[in-house]
């Protein structure tokens, strides 16, 4: 090896004698490689199917070889060298028809100057460090899985145990053991009657019967579907915020389907293929899929498959495909073809531009919307079939039509890279000019190809009159390819106004149709982007399976190929698929799976701990007909998940991290258990399973579990980020938990926490006011579903003693606030408001009726400190309510205006509102309208409507003053500034200055204790 | 030698040790902090820090060379700006800035930045995060990663933006595949009460003295837990992370409580929104937070599509002061040479005016984003001052000489810091990630 490294050195070339240093070798990387890879290697390269004139630029080699015309580089004599000659256009012109910039042809310049430093070959080619074949073909993650042998979990644990001279723990406490199991069945805690009755149950089936009714409560489900949204990366919105209006219909799939046990092989097959079987009502599963980044860039396609490729992937195979992007995986057996077999796969699957429908019944608001959005929606394709024309017209002007035969002309020996490039130079469409290459085909195009080689200026004037048609005439479909940036930012913005009313709709009539997929009408084939480079394009790959698991061929040949990949995923001959589900389901209920690298079964991830038990959790995984539940069942029924979390010293010092299981590891809740548990204590927490998100920032709280929470991407919440929460931009395998203050925080000072002390003491009521034994024993069961010792009755008493003997008076009743916030209907003939529904929620500086807008009745009736935003109609008018403390004169002063942007003006997104205001004894007062500013000129700058809203009466103590805007029929784009002040006998009130959300008031001595309750280290970790 | 952690393995996390706990650098550092004063939006370079007399020559006409950006531009556009030198280096200065042109000596211009796309969203995430638009975590998440922080009752990366989000919200500044510690907590400067500054910092429920109590109560209660349970170290860690937040209350209330300066120093900075937020960011350093980032407001506000003349000179009156106050205010404590300061955009803007188009530009005089050219400056932290680097064509339009691509900026800054960008990496989804990903090299000329 020495040896020979020392002989190869001594023969190669002068300039070589020493190896080149790494300062001209990174000159080399930064501004030689990237150069020739972008603008040389299509046509010259190892890649290209035959090199262009014979000439490698890919390797020093081949440089050094040259092509037909001889040696391309000459090291230290660049004059001599034939490339740099080619760049400069001097002998021949390369690349073709373009010169590279004088910057990028001078560095190549000083690159040949200084003996054309290259790293070593072998180290180029594949990146650093080679998957070794042999080693990658041995890998136990791809060998078959072991035969079962119907050992139990327990008998493989003790082996494990016997050979490192250590025993299991003894079986848990019953409290211990059903705390446990209600947490990772449910994500919630037993209560204190049902750890009672199962103490109390002598039945030697008592685990059995508990295992069962907990893997058949809902939120069996629940629990379940929020592991499957960590490594689906769910999100509820995507790019730039928009919702996507179905995405919960995902996640309430998942729950049905952990519920109904789904077997697994069908689980992966609809959220992969759903559409495929036609399965209605599965449609939804594909979320998965749909859910994934959405840039609304063409260029960006790449990123957004490579999202799916990722996800799919590791979800289901335990593989890391993303990392053969730009080269073949450095580690595991998985070549860039492989990637780019599952490109083909998922470039072809693509939304529809209408989620599909899985409900057709009508709903009450059908009418309101329907017609809107059908509106809103011929107006967009309105705007891109008049834009489309207007390009066809601009594509036919005699100087674009000369500019595009020249190119034509130019690139007719090209290929269809270099054609782009050259597009790209001259400021053309490339689209535009691939249509006008297909005319070189035809009788006409050799006509003109013939005229123009004898004279190109004649030629094009005289085509410039003749042209073809057939170049121009775009279709319609594909406006988006001859698109300018104006009309890309006008059709997003339209089509997300549009989104937010469609998505207003779902929240409020439910899960009626999926984010699905479908395929793409025309299939694109797929090409390898070498070095990932989607302007680089190499060889045509098929679409298929990872090579590493499947057989020889297997293309897909049905449409995207989707339900072949989900069915060679499930295919009993990959071992994959049931070892990385089987390791998951562990990871759930021990804390760490076998494999601890859950999401990468490749080289790089960890062995598993016990593999022949991994092998027969996935063999009986597939014998139980690919049942979730029944494996769940297998393993919780073993002795190896009751065990204590106990002290074992010297099984400790010899397996530290429990790796050989001597024992159950001690755990900690993740977000979502401690927020439904601190809710479950407080005795707030909704049951009901399903349903469109809610907002976690919102005071009061929204008491529903916490898997229902809004996330978005752009907008991470840092109480989440706090907590470790999963990302909802990435597959997250495994929520490693951190403790950082900001926790603390949370639990000692948030809004949250302070409600739920307020609702837990309630709830465990002081009888006859006085701090007993009994109260803190209701606390206690409540939390910790247990009764108190003799030590912590009495350390509660202690404190709550000193507290109320320290601690200040209850605050008494503050002045009557003046202002009331919240929605309802005027009734305009009899200058009545009618109805007066206060806002419950306050969410980012806003009072409004759900915790997150849209309200199933109020819609997105809201009001902040300035302004708000009326509801749908007349019967969702929004009210801001002054009370007059006392009788006397009162002036307001206010201006009510409405801001109509460049997009509002033009596609009169607002029909304008209207304001009244109305008193409790007087009627209405006054009454305003704003009618919308339209304009159709190019430039349109912002405008904004504004009407004095000034009057001066006569008021009488406790009368109502109503500030009451409507939205005429049509909320959209409806979000209106009206902030009045008041003055009454040298009193002032101001709208904006007043504005405040729900007060905290400080806690009582028994809250205070309440909440050191919900605090304790008990409550969140689990034996 | 990097810093390994492998993916699923088990993240303890002692009480002494939290993932915040300060750690030395691999290789030795000129800088111990970073703070990022990120003008976004993009500001022009030709309108800042890089003249181009020639672009006059060719007013109203169209330039020799011509690239595309994401809107049509026309016209070559000269700078409403004069260009004077300043300092003893004579480095050439918009007149927009002329209190940071008095600090000419400290900076290190770089005049040949490029980046690759001319869209915000693309150009924000390779300036925060080294990608184009995948999910890799930000600059001060790795530093906070790589050094952990100096002050354990402060978050180790903060980001100042006052009024809101900027375009792609929290992308900005996120921890990605880093754990959550990591993840840069953004705080609305436009507020000044510290409860609205930082989530959940302030109870509305409890006076110091009364949780005090109160912690006393479940320290004991969770000792009684923890009986039996020692060996679980991360009980214990749980215990001291309420007394950690118990101090950082305090903590947080005092360091943004900006009162607490003497009134010179208040006046150097202003009392503007910019003035307040700069000192703030310089408390913050001060008080040993690792990676602070100043963004100049929600949205983009340096995008000048429009009217170049006004928005420019009214986005740099509103910073240039507080910025050169800073920088006279590190410097006299004694903290510029080991804080390396960055100014910039995430890209720069066409020497070429705007065409006007409904969707694209509703205004006129303005230009477009630029990726292949652009100006960013850094000070202290052993950057060489005084200094101009690179250079963009005649006209403004691209990097020419000497480019510098935003990776070999990051790998530069991580030199600074100790770090060999190379080595610096994270075991994620089977790869060993680096913000470099596979590209930049350290641009040595830039060293002091």
């Known amino acids: ?1023 | 030698m990097g810093l390994h952690l492998l993916e699923g393995a088990p993240t303890s996390t002692s009480a002494a040790a939290g993932p915040l706990a300060p750690k030395p650098a691999p290789l030795p550092a000129k800088a111990k902090r970073v703070i990022h004063i990120f003008m976004n939006g993009g500001p022009s370079q030709v309108d800042t820090f890089d003249p181009k007399p020639a672009l006059a020559k060719f007013a109203g006409k169209a330039l020799p060379i011509h690239l595309r950006t994401e809107r049509k531009t026309g016209a070559a556009f000269p700078s409403p700006f004069a260009f004077k030198p300043s300092g003893q280096c004579g480095t050439e200065i918009s007149e927009i800035w002329p209190n940071v042109a008095k600090h000419a000596d400290d900076l290190c211009v770089v005049r040949s930045m490029y980046t690759e796309i001319p869209n915000h969203e693309p150009s924000l995430m390779m300036m925060n995060c080294g990608t184009l638009i995948q999910t890799r975590p930000a600059f001060g998440s790795w530093i906070t990663y790589g050094l952990g922080t100096e002050n354990q009752n402060l978050p180790g990366f903060v980001v100042l933006c006052p009024g809101g989000l900027p375009v792609r919200g929290a992308q900005n500044w996120r921890s990605a595949f880093l754990p959550g510690a990591y993840q840069g907590t953004h705080i609305d400067t436009r507020f000044t009460e510290v409860d609205r500054l930082i989530e959940n910092v302030r109870s509305p429920y409890a006076t110091s003295e009364v949780q005090r109590k109160q912690l006393d109560l479940l320290n004991e209660l969770n000792r009684g837990h923890q009986r039996g349970r020692e060996d679980s170290p991360e009980l214990e860690a749980r215990v001291q992370s309420f007394e950690l937040a118990f101090r950082m209350q305090m903590e947080a209330e005092s360091v943004f409580d900006i009162r607490k300066e003497p009134q010179h120093v208040r006046d150097a900075y202003g009392d503007t929104l910019h003035g307040r937020q700069m000192l703030i960011a310089r408390r913050l350093l001060e008080k040993g937070v690792r990676f602070v980032q100043v963004w100049h407001g929600a949205g983009q506000p340096w995008d000048s599509h429009a009217e170049i003349k006004k928005n420019h000179s009214r986005l740099a009156q509103e910073c240039d002061g507080p910025i050169a106050a800073l920088l006279t205010d590190l410097k006299e404590r004694g903290m510029l040479q080991d804080t390396l300061v960055l100014w910039g955009g995430e890209f720069g803007r066409t020497p070429t005016v705007e065409l006007t188009d409904f969707g694209s530009n509703f205004g006129e005089n303005g230009r477009d984003h630029n990726s292949y050219g652009f100006s960013i400056w850094m000070a202290g932290g052993g950057v060489k001052p005084g200094l101009v680097y690179g250079a963009t064509d005649d006209f403004g339009f691209r990097a020419q000489e000497k480019p510098v691509h935003v990776h070999d900026l990051h790998a530069t800054m991580l030199h600074l810091l100790g770090f060999d960008h190379e080595k610096f990496t994270y075991r994620y989804a089977g790869r060993d990630f680096r913000l470099t990903d596979v590209h930049g090299h350290v641009v040595k000329d830039l060293l002091a």
């Open chain 1, 1 to 1023: 090896m020495f040896l020979s490294g020392v002989l190869s050195a001594l023969l190669l070339p002068s300039v070589f004698a020493q190896a080149p240093g790494s300062e001209s070798l990174a000159f080399f990387e930064s501004k030689v490689r990237p150069v020739l890879a972008e603008h040389c290697y299509s046509c010259h390269s190892a890649k290209a199917k035959t090199p262009f004139a014979g000439l490698n630029v890919d390797s020093r080699g081949g440089l050094l070889r040259g092509g037909d015309r001889g040696p391309a580089v000459v090291p230290g004599k660049p004059d001599d060298s034939l490339l740099i000659q080619a760049l400069r256009h001097r002998v021949v012109q390369m690349p073709p028809g373009r010169k590279l910039d004088e910057a990028q042809v001078a560095a190549l310049e000083a690159w040949v100057r200084m003996g054309a430093p290259w790293p070593e070959e072998k180290a180029m080619e594949a990146g650093p460090v080679k998957a070794d074949p042999v080693a990658g073909a041995r890998h136990w993650a791809w060998q078959p899985l072991r035969v079962a042998t119907g050992r139990s979990i327990d008998a493989f644990v003790a082996e494990g145990l016997a050979r490192q001279g250590l025993k299991a723990s003894p079986e848990a406490d019953k409290r211990t053991l059903l705390r446990r199991l209600s947490y990772d069945l449910t994500g919630m805690p037993p209560t204190y009657e049902e750890i009672e009755a199962f103490v109390a149950d002598k039945d030697p089936q008592a685990w059995e019967k508990a295992v069962d009714r907990l893997l058949a409560s809902p939120h069996f489900g629940e629990r379940w579907a929020r592991y499957w949204l960590d490594l689906a990366r769910y999100s509820d919105a995507g790019f730039n915020n928009v919702r996507f209006p179905y995405a919960f219909a995902y996640r309430d799939w998942l729950i049905a389907a952990f519920n109904q046990d789904m077997p697994y092989n069908l689980f992966v097959e609809r959220q992969l293929a759903a559409d495929h079987r036609k399965e209605t009502e599965h449609l939804a599963a594909l979320g998965l899929l749909s859910l994934g980044q959405n840039p609304p860039r063409a260029t960006l396609i790449p990123d957004k498959v490579d999202d799916r490729i990722d996800v799919v992937s590791r979800t289901f195979l335990g593989l890391t495909v993303a990392c053969a992007r730009c080269h073949d995986h450095k580690y595991d057996p998985i070549p860039t073809r492989d990637y780019y077999s599952l490109y083909g796969v998922f470039v072809n699957s693509q939304e529809p531009e209408l989620p599909a429908v899985v409900d057709s019944s009508a709903t009450p608001l059908d009418g309101f919307y329907l017609p809107r959005l059908e509106q809103r929606m011929a107006a967009i394709r309105a705007y891109k079939q008049r834009r489309t024309e207007e390009i066809r017209a601009e594509l036919r002007q005699p100087e674009m039509l000369k500019k595009y035969l020249r190119a034509t002309f130019d690139t007719r020996t090209f290929t269809a890279p270099q054609a782009d490039s050259l597009a790209k130079e001259r400021t053309l469409n490339t689209y535009v000019l691939k249509r006008w290459r297909a005319f070189l085909v035809t009788e006409d195009g050799r006509q003109f190809v013939a005229e123009a080689t004898r004279d190109l200026d004649a030629a094009l004037e005289a085509w410039a009159q003749r042209a073809p048609k057939e170049p121009t005439e775009i279709p319609y479909e594909d406006f988006g390819m001859v698109l300018t940036e104006g009309d890309g930012n006008t059709v997003n913005n339209l089509r997300w106004a549009w989104d937010r009313i469609y998505a207003d709709y779902a929240f409020r009539t439910g899960a009626k149709r999926a984010m699905a997929v479908t395929d793409a009408p025309q299939l694109e084939q797929a090409h390898v982007f070498v070095r990932g480079n989607m302007n680089d394009v190499g060889d045509p790959v098929p679409r298929r399976f990872v090579s590493l698991l499947s057989k020889a061929g297997g293309e897909f040949r049905q449409g995207s190929g989707r339900l072949e990949l989900a069915q060679a995923i499930v295919d009993k001959s990959n071992p994959m698929t049931a070892r990385v589900w089987a390791n998951r389901v562990w990871q759930h209920l021990f804390g760490e799976g076998l494999v601890r690298t859950p999401s990468d079964f490749g080289i790089r991830g960890e062995a598993p701990s016990h593999p022949e038990l991994l092998d027969e959790l996935a063999q009986s995984l597939l014998a139980d007909g690919w049942s979730t539940k029944k494996l769940v069942r297998r393993i919780v029924l073993s002795k190896t998940y009751r065990q204590t979390s106990g002290e074992q010293p010297a099984a400790r010092l010899q397996d530290p991290e429990n790796r050989l299981l001597w024992r159950m590891n001690r755990r900690r809740l993740d977000f979502d258990a401690v927020r439904d548990t601190l809710l479950a204590a407080s005795g707030q927490l909704k049951r009901e399973v399903g349903g469109p998100s809610f907002s976690l920032n919102a005071v009061p709280a929204e008491p529903r579990r916490t898997l229902y929470a809004y996330a978005e991407r752009e907008r991470a919440q840092m109480l989440l980020k706090s907590f470790d929460y999963a990302d909802p931009e990435q597959h997250t395998p495994q929520r490693h938990l951190t403790t950082v203050p900001q926790q603390a925080l949370f639990f000692l000072n948030s809004a949250f926490l302070g409600e739920q002390a307020r609702h837990l003491s309630r709830r465990a009521d002081l009888r006859g006011g006085r701090y007993d034994e009994a109260g803190i024993g209701r606390l206690y069961r409540y939390v910790l579903g247990r009764v108190p010792t003799a030590r912590e009755v009495e350390v509660g008493l202690a404190f709550l003693k000193d507290r109320d003997a320290n601690s200040a008076p209850p605050e008494g009743e503050a002045q009557r606030a003046a202002w009331y916030y919240g929605y309802g209907t005027l009734d305009a003939d009899a200058g009545k408001v009618t109805r007066f529904v206060p806002f419950r929620f306050f969410n980012d500086d806003r009072w409004q009726a759900a915790s997150l807008l849209p309200d199933r009745e109020a819609g997105s009736a809201s009001l902040t400190a300035g302004g708000g935003t009326p509801g749908d109609d007349s019967k969702r008018a929004v009210i801001r309510r002054w009370l007059a403390p006392l009788a006397g004169k009162v002036e307001v002063k206010g201006k009510l205006s409405q801001g109509f942007g460049p997009y509002e003006q033009r596609f009169h997104l607002s029909n304008g509102i209207r304001g009244w205001v109305v008193s409790s004894r007087q009627g209405v007062l006054g009454k305003w309208v704003i009618d919308p500013i339209t304009k159709t000129e190019k430039f349109t700058p912002n405008e904004t409507a504004t009407v004095e809203t000034n009057l001066e009466i006569e008021v009488q103590a406790g009368e109502f003053l109503d500030f009451v805007v409507d939205s005429r029929d049509d909320y959209e784009s409806d979000e209106f500034n009206w902030a009045p002040q008041i003055s009454l006998n040298g009193q002032a009130w101001d709208a904006r200055k007043d504005f405040a959300g729900p007060r905290q008031r400080p806690l009582t001595p028994w809250q205070e204790y309440a909440q050191v309750l919900l605090l304790t280290n008990e409550a969140v970790f689990v034996d």
